[in-house]
């Protein structure tokens, strides 16, 4: 299994609401990222998991909650966002978070996100 | 910061043409990906790179990991329709995040 699979697709919510984005992979991989990408921008990273533990906030507002209940699952809980926020959301994955050796970012296919 | 630079920030090519393209950065990186992504989906690796001046083909793109190891290039040779979209290149200091640049868009007429 070569793949980071995100859920949902697609995600329409209010500025009240309490939402969660979903991200698995099944490679082993044990650094797991959140990526912000807004329209004809590169991605920006978010947040950084190695090994289960929060490794880089990127001074993201306390509105997105990270978390990583396993070493393949990673979460992203949405409370109280901003129109802003509207974005796709990027969920990707590398073998560790260091340098060494072939270690690339494998991307999930997103979470298009919708804040009214 | 480290910053990318990539040029040509969009180009237009007739089909069967070749593309090159960019990428610049201030910094002196170990690894360099290029990434191609489609309208609302996720970035998918085309090529990785590893060590200055090496030259990776994957199919008929030919990326290269410059001898100076502050930029790198990738070709694209006798495009084809579903070559459209964007390509992301991607670098990485030892000790560091991957670094995006801004993209170059690329369109291809029939």
């Known amino acids: 299994d070569t793949e980071v699979t995100q859920t949902p697709k697609h995600l329409v919510m209010g500025m009240t609401n309490k939402k969660s984005l979903k991200c698995e992979q099944h490679?082993?991989?044990?650094?797991m990222y959140w990526y912000k990408q807004k329209a004809k921008k590169p991605p920006e990273l978010m947040f950084v998991y190695s090994y289960e533990k929060l490794s880089i906030n990127e001074s993201v507002p306390s509105r997105f909650s990270p978390e990583c209940p396993n070493s393949s699952l990673l979460n992203l809980h949405l409370h109280a966002l901003q129109p802003e926020d509207s974005a796709l959301y990027l969920c990707?994955?590398?073998?560790?978070?260091?340098?060494?050796?072939?270690?690339?970012?494998?991307f999930g296919a997103g979470s298009r996100l919708t804040v009214l | 910061g480290q910053q990318l630079n990539q040029s040509p920030q969009s180009m237009f090519i007739q089909e069967g043409e070749d593309v090159s393209m960019n990428c610049t950065s201030s910094s002196i990186f170990n690894t360099w990906l290029w990434y191609k992504q489609d309208p609302g989906e996720g970035p998918v690796l085309l090529i990785a790179?590893?060590?200055?001046?090496e030259l990776t083909s994957n199919g008929r793109l030919t990326a290269q990991f410059g001898i100076t190891r502050k930029d790198s290039f990738l070709n694209i040779s006798a495009s084809i329709p579903s070559d459209v979209g964007i390509y992301f290149c991607?670098?990485?200091?030892?000790?560091?995040?991957?670094?995006f640049g801004p993209g170059t868009r690329l369109s291809v007429l029939p």
């Open positions: 991607a670098g990485r200091s030892y000790g560091q995040n991957f670094v």
């Open positions: 490679m082993g991989h044990r650094a």
């Open positions: 990707a994955s590398s073998q560790t978070q260091g340098a060494a050796g072939a270690n690339v970012l494998t």
């Open positions: 790179l590893y060590k200055a001046g």
